[in-house]
């Protein structure tokens, strides 16, 4: 995990990781600050904090799809 200040940005960088499960079961998290993090950064006199987090939803497969059927799969950058 990483963070910078581009200008008027702030740039927040998690290692992706395998999916797990979320503790309510709606998602698979695949990224994380793992809670609020301080980012050394001022504005008006006080620390700028943030959280992330990135996720895959967590959807029933449909009856109608048989499990030999093709899914189009993307990368990270969401290019197949």
């Not at 048989?66 to 899914?71: D, F, G, H, L, V």
């Amino acid at each position: 995990m990483g963070m910078k200040l581009e200008g008027k940005k702030l740039v927040i960088t998690l290692q992706l990781k395998r999916p797990r499960l979320s503790n309510s079961g709606k998602s698979f998290l695949v990224g994380s600050t793992r809670g609020v993090k301080k980012s050394g950064i001022l504005l008006r006199g006080k620390s700028v904090r943030y959280v992330a987090n990135a996720f895959l939803k967590n959807e029933p497969r449909r009856s109608s799809q048989s499990p030999q059927s093709k899914e189009k799969t993307t990368g990270v950058n969401g290019r197949g």
